[in-house]
């Protein structure tokens, strides 16, 4: 037991949580916790806008795996903070919201207390899976390792600890709480062992892979060899299995030539996906196959598709052992070939109108690299099925709540946790604006970081889909502001791109610089 005040027992208990960097803005009522970032090694890296603080800790647990904790102040900091674990939830990552609330003795709400407002906790509770607001400082331990384990222990979703400003600055006797240890475990025996029987005798298997999978690369890869099945994964799976393996189908789930695929698997695989309709654009996948199901969330099993196996349990351990009953490698068919060629044919056209810059941008990554994408068409079109991605969590897209001016601090969120990797972002002009002040975080903390702006004028999709309907566009023509400029006045390196040769010369430049560098390209007929 250890006297400290509530501010000191929220950094020791992220701290005994393997917290090593918190996304930030401080205000008068956190200031007790920020009192005790320092002195607990914690890394406070200041965001610009507190959702700036939601999507680089999201960008952080997206590409890393591990928890990203945002820290900002109660009320309107608060709500800024919502979209960003809206997204959170949607894509199921393990972001942390830690707040202050109004104090424990405050009258009966509404005496014009600084940032009051009606139900602030209720307010994130809409948003998160687990909710906490404490009401002293002893139970400020269990909380945090309650958070931890809602987090991580199962499948990841975002959590909320709310401390009320005058627990904060009270003090007790504390004990820390224990970390959370979870084991992954693997679905039942004999649910592996039926689905084992049913991959044996298929003759056309295939694995469909989502964002559930995230960290289960070597157990995806051995499964797909030894089944010689053809993998198609989601945006939020991309790159789990090699998208250069011969048996990767790529991440274009949403196209109508991966809908003929999965048609025609006997038996199909779906690790860690809803098969939700934001990666299947044209409605559900008209199954004619068996299907078998892991995902982590037995609530899952039935969603979009009726599974007829449920192997509920962990990705990684479930498709280990499910590999393990499956002998040896087996060759790659022949069908594999046809399908690449005829799923990547119809992705190079979706996104023909960015080829070539996709293809100078292809040409300077590493294959560690990270991209972070934004909901604009260059990423949904061109991107998501023709940016080679090798790994997963290495392409972070708002996929599930489909967010604007999510791919910057993304990025920033995850060059923090992988300063030795390449990581850029990619951004429309009008998500770019959304938290274009971003651009000053990532310059204070000196991120060679490159940021490519695809301008086309304005929300090109919006207008796209304005005209569709044939309705007069509206709100969609927005004059640009000089990005470059702009850039360079926030601490950015901005330079105007003409040809895709010079992206990619540029780019590779803005991997080396001591800041961030903003890559002005225009698109199409606005070139
Ligand atoms: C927070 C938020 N507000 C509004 C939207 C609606 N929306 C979706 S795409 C889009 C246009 C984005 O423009 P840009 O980033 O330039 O991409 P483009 O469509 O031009 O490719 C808008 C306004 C959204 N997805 N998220
Ligand atoms: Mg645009």
């Known amino acids: 037991m250890t006297m400290m005040s509530g501010g000191q027992a929220v950094a020791h208990s992220l701290v005994a949580h393997g917290t090593e960097v918190v996304f930030g803005i401080p205000g008068n009522h956190n200031l007790s916790i920020y009192a005790h970032l320092d002195n607990n090694c914690i890394r406070h890296v200041l965001a610009r806008h507190e959702q700036g603080c939601g999507y680089a800790a999201d960008g952080y647990a997206r590409a890393s795996g591990r928890p990203g904790v945002a820290l900002v102040t109660a009320g309107p900091a608060v709500l800024n903070t919502l979209a960003s674990l809206g997204q959170a939830y949607s894509d199921s990552l393990p972001v942390l919201l830690v707040a202050p609330g109004m104090p424990l003795r405050h009258p009966a709400l509404g005496n014009g207390h600084l940032h009051e407002m009606k139900d602030q906790q209720a307010a994130v509770a809409a948003v998160v899976a687990a909710s906490y607001r404490v009401s002293s400082v002893e139970e400020i331990p269990s909380a945090v390792s309650q958070a931890f384990a809602a987090m991580t222990a199962g499948r990841p979703r975002p959590a909320y600890l709310e401390i009320p400003i005058d627990v904060l600055d009270e003090e007790a006797d504390v004990e ?194 990270i991209v972070a994408g934004d909901s604009a068409a260059v990423c949904y079109y061109g991107l998501r099925t023709n940016l080679p991605c090798y790994s997963s969590g290495s392409f972070l897209y708002p996929t599930g709540f489909g967010t604007l001016g999510y791919g910057l601090p993304a990025a920033i969120g995850a060059k923090i946790a992988y300063p030795e990797r390449q990581v850029m972002a990619v951004l429309g002009d009008g998500g770019v604006m959304f938290t274009l002040a971003e651009l000053a975080t990532a310059a204070a903390e000196g991120l060679p970081l490159p940021v490519v702006v695809v301008d086309n004028g304005g929300y090109g999709q919006i207008r796209k889909n304005m005209e569709e309907r044939g309705y007069r566009p509206l709100g969609v023509d927005i004059p640009s502001p000089d990005f470059p400029a702009v850039a360079r006045a926030l601490g950015c390196h901005g330079i105007s791109i003409d040809t895709p040769g010079r992206l990619a010369e540029e780019l590779a430049e803005a991997f080396t610089s001591d800041r961030p560098t903003v890559l002005h390209v225009m698109e199409g007929k606005h070139r």
């Open 176 to 369: 820390l709480g224990q970390p959370v240890t979870w084991g992954p475990r693997a679905a039942s025996v004999a649910e592996i062992e039926r689905a084992a029987g049913l991959l044996r005798t298929s003759t056309h298997p295939g694995i469909v892979v989502g964002g559930g999978a995230r960290g289960a690369d070597p157990a995806l890869c051995c499964l797909a060899e030894r089944l010689g099945a053809t993998v198609i994964t989601s945006t939020n799976g991309k790159g789990t299995l090699p998208e250069d393996h011969p048996l990767s189908l790529g991440a274009g789930a949403h196209l109508s030539a991966a809908a003929a695929w999965a048609r025609s698997r006997d038996v199909l695989l779906a690790v860690g996906t809803d098969l939700g309709s934001s990666d299947l654009w044209n409605g559900p996948w008209d199954l004619t196959g068996t299907l078998i199901r892991i995902d982590i969330d037995p609530a899952q099993m039935t969603v979009n598709a009726r599974s007829d196996v449920a192997l509920v349990g962990d990705a990684g351990e479930t498709m280990t052992a499910l590999a393990s009953l499956l002998g040896e490698v087996a060759p790659v068919p022949a069908e594999a070939t046809e399908w690449r060629e005829r799923i990547g044919t119809e992705g190079r056209n979706e996104g023909a109108m960015w080829g070539k810059e996709i293809a100078a941008i292809a040409s300077v990554l590493e294959r560690e690299a």
